[in-house]
């Protein structure tokens, strides 16, 4: 009988999940904030309803494959294209700066290490922690205020995509230096194997994918094919070029994103992670956070670690957008429009403490800038924009929404 509490923590994680979502919510706060203090509620640090079960960890790690796979679903590959190499330069200085401001902050708290040792790859996981971008806040924001489809906004939208297709390739070659048996040489060889593998399956995939949804229009049959599609190239990515699954699953979404049920691939994955993966996922990384190992030198690091991942973006983006002859004023609004951080940064978290390159305390600042960075975007957004005259905009955001605030 031992083995059916996983029926009972699971509910006990549903409810409490949901509860605290919709409660952040109230408070114009992301869904995944309140899901992540769920767990922390329920979990070991307060009042131990639930602890993490091996069970429970793999659940999590499928929530991860589906929300990659969602996020590459999202993707409109259309908008990347229009917007060129503006959005790709300040995406690219977007991973670059917070990486190494991540490093270095590591480095300057806890030492300096040689390239090549563990510590080192530690350090600049760190950084890889703080490059990814969350738009959602940001978009809602622009359009309440009339200026989403400016081009500011479009800038914002398409560099923020493009910067998390980046960070996912950063964490790939991090993870694969990380294997004592790995050569560096062979994580670059096999990452650009896969890359090559998933161009050629791609485009085969997608031409298949485009005939059965012409055959089958708006049919379940779709996602369940996509979903499977999903599930192998996690897989691949993993067992065969080792690399992380989530690559292999946000690649699987960017071949499915240009068909024309892609939305509808997208709903039916939404409602597995409303009602049940995402709740797990998130509420898992508030479960296994320790604060039991808090030091006054972890929590100096935590503020560090939120306020260097805020001016990264802030002075990386914001200094290059200068570059391509934005105005002083409109470059500070790019800079604040990408800081916001959610559910890639809490993935890319998890990852790192799979493979030994996290603890399970360093959650705590990773929840630290989502929470601060999710209230402070919009408040200075809207203090940019304040006596800017609006234009109307009644077109929905689409895919550029965070699919993690659908919740």
């Known amino acids: 009988m031992e083995s059916y509490s996983i029926l009972r923590d699971l509910a006990i994680i549903v409810i ?10 109230k408070i114009n706060i992301p869904q995944v904030a309140g899901e992540i ?7 070991p640090c307060m009042l131990g309803f639930v602890t993490q079960t091996d069970f429970i960890t793999q659940m999590a790690e499928l929530g991860v494959v589906l929300l990659m796979f969602s996020a590459g679903l999202t993707t409109n590959l259309r908008d990347l294209l229009k917007t060129g190499p503006i959005a790709l330069m300040i995406a690219l200085v977007g991973v670059l700066v917070p990486l190494g401001g991540g490093w270095l902050l590591y480095s300057c708290f806890y030492g300096f290490a040689p390239v090549g040792d563990l510590h080192f790859y530690k350090a600049v996981f760190i950084g890889c922690i703080m490059t990814a971008t969350s738009v959602s806040i940001t978009v809602q924001v622009l359009k309440e205020l009339g200026h989403l489809k400016e081009r500011v ?3 914002i939208m398409s560099a ?3 910067d998390d297709v980046i960070g996912i390739i950063v964490l790939t070659f991090v993870i694969g230096f990380v294997n004592p048996k790995v050569q560096p040489v062979d994580v670059v060889v096999n990452t650009a194997l896969f890359f090559v593998f998933a161009l050629g399956v791609g485009f085969l995939f997608y031409y298949l994918f485009k005939w059965l949804d012409t055959r089958y229009p708006h049919q379940r049959r779709i996602p369940i094919f996509g979903l499977a599609l999903c599930l192998s190239l996690a897989y691949i990515a993993e067992t065969i070029f080792g690399i992380a699954d989530i690559t292999g ?6 071949i499915l994103c240009s068909i024309n049920d892609s939305e509808y691939i997208a709903e039916k994955m939404d409602i597995g992670s409303y009602m049940f993966f995402g709740p797990v996922f998130f509420s898992s990384i508030g479960i296994k956070t320790e604060f039991s190992g808090m030091t006054i030198e972890l929590l100096l690091f935590s503020v560090g670690f939120v306020v260097v991942a805020l001016l990264c973006k802030i002075v990386g983006c914001g200094l290059i957008s ?3 002859k934005f105005n002083q004023k409109d470059s500070l609004k790019i800079g604040i429009g990408m800081m916001t951080r959610g559910e890639v940064a809490l993935i890319v978290a998890q990852k790192g403490l799979s493979v030994g390159l996290l603890e399970p305390v360093f959650f705590t600042p990773v929840i630290l800038l989502i929470i601060v960075s999710s209230l402070a975007t919009p408040i200075a957004l809207k203090s940019l924009y304040r006596g800017e005259p609006s234009v109307q905009d009644a077109t929905s955001i689409g895919n550029e929404e965070d699919f993690v605030d659908s919740y």
Do not use: N, Q, S
């Not at 409490?16 to 919510?25: E, M, Q, V």
């Not at 203090?37 to 979990?43: D, F």
């Open 16 to 25: 409490a999940a949901k509860f605290f979502g919709l409660l952040a919510r």
């Open 37 to 43: 203090i769920a767990g922390l509620i329920i979990g």
């Open 153 to 155: 906004g479009t800038t």
């Open 160 to 162: 923020a995509i493009i």
């Open 249 to 254: 699953a946000f690649v699987a979404g960017i």
């Open 322 to 324: 200068r570059c391509f």
